[in-house]
């Protein structure tokens, strides 16, 4: 099958640091390679895949200081791949509902994998007006606020089998946290969870610009606490370690978590996870197997003295279960089958066709 991936430019493919649409984006890409299909990445140039780079623009546009309309470059990549449509079996998009108008009056079949939060009212609108468009969601909680949306099916994130393994030898010696500091992802609660159990923390967290006023006035005086210690951003060769060194990793959210990468990162590292009931987490963390499930700060910390009961390796067994890339990548292409059934195209053009 021949496969256009559309990512954001905003990052590379895969991102050097945050960014999880791009990894995921990455992830897929290169399993669907593995499986044999004919790839063609579209992302900026600073990217690395083993599919053919379509390299849209110079470098990841956080990184390009020129760039102040972040749009612009995204609105000449979505011409580049309607001329080059023709070229492919499917195109899959990751850029949330841009493609949506442009898409709809050609002909190749196209999907669009929504990544972020749905709940917002502005969004109602576009998801009426384009509910033929087929999408898939990341988790089945996603798709609640959208039930009119085309959904085609869910496809859970992976990761590859042996890119993040646990650490042999690591004593576990505190509480983890990883991802992003941000309002709704309540490294406060993390904090407190920490303290109240008696263990030390350590935050592995991007602060965006966007949240860097949050950040001075309700977080930076918690980092001073001394069971805290902040070590910024970790890049992937860094999580193993990381991970593997805690006893837990604390997902103590308070939005419709989408999906939740860091927590099949750390499945796959063997670290149990103690996330809150929201969003997607019930159908990532089986509760009692790889992790547990709460409601609240006080029966997180009870969860964390629970710990001893859920074997590190059978952790990392649910990881290998359910959430490689390589699964990833088959269940999208039993969408992309699917896709292309409903389209009326059974029979798939020839790599080099014209």
């Given at each position: 099958m021949r496969i256009a991936q559309i990512a954001p430019l905003h990052e590379a493919v895969p991102p050097k640091l945050y960014g999880g649409t791009e990894r995921v984006v990455s992830n897929l890409t290169e399993a669907l390679v593995e499986l044999g299909h004919d790839v063609t990445l579209f992302a900026s140039g600073d990217s690395k895949t083993s599919a053919k780079l379509?390299?849209?623009?110079?470098?990841?546009?956080?990184?390009?200081p020129t760039i102040r309309d972040t749009m612009a470059p995204h609105m000449l990549l979505l011409e580049e791949v309607r001329r080059r449509a023709h070229e492919f079996d499917v195109l899959h998009f990751h850029i949330d509902y841009y493609p949506f108008p442009l898409f709809s009056r050609q002909d190749t079949p196209f999907?669009?994998?929504?990544?972020?939060?749905?709940?917002?009212?502005?969004?109602?609108?576009?998801?009426d007006t384009f509910n033929d468009v087929p999408v898939v969601s990341i988790s089945d909680h996603q798709r609640t606020p959208l039930p009119q949306?085309?959904?085609?099916?869910?496809?859970?994130?992976?990761?590859?089998?042996?890119?993040?393994?646990?650490?042999?030898?690591?004593?576990?010696?505190?509480?983890?946290f990883l991802g992003r500091v941000s309002p709704e992802k309540r490294v406060d609660r993390a904090i407190r969870i920490a303290q109240a159990a008696g263990m030390k923390i350590?935050?592995?967290?991007?602060?965006?610009?966007?949240?860097?006023?949050?950040?001075?006035?309700e977080i930076k005086p918690l980092f001073a606490l001394p069971h805290v210690e902040y070590i910024g951003e970790i890049n992937e060769a860094e999580k193993p370690a990381f991970l593997s060194g805690a006893h837990a990793l604390l997902?103590?959210?308070?939005w419709p978590e989408p999906f939740g990468l860091v927590m099949i990162e750390s499945m796959a590292c063997g670290t149990p996870v103690i996330a809150f009931n929201r969003g997607s987490v019930p159908e990532v963390i089986e509760n009692g197997v790889s992790g547990f499930i709460v409601e609240d700060e006080t029966?997180?910390?009870a969860a964390v003295n629970r710990l001893h009961t859920i074997p590190r390796s059978r952790v990392r067994q649910a990881f290998e279960d359910r959430f490689t890339s390589k699964r990833m990548a088959q269940n999208y292409v039993k969408a992309f089958e699917q896709l292309l059934r409903q389209k009326g195209r059974t029979t798939l053009r020839e790599v080099n066709a014209k």
């Open positions: 379509e390299a849209f623009w110079p470098q990841a546009l956080r990184l390009d999907v669009t994998t929504l990544h972020g939060r749905l709940d917002l009212p502005e969004l109602g609108p576009i998801f949306a085309n959904w085609l099916t869910t496809v859970h994130h992976g990761l590859p089998e042996n890119l993040l393994t646990p650490v042999a030898g690591v004593e576990q010696k505190y509480l983890a350590k935050i592995a967290a991007k602060i965006d610009k966007a949240d860097r006023a949050y950040y001075e006035e997902f103590p959210i308070d029966s997180a910390v």
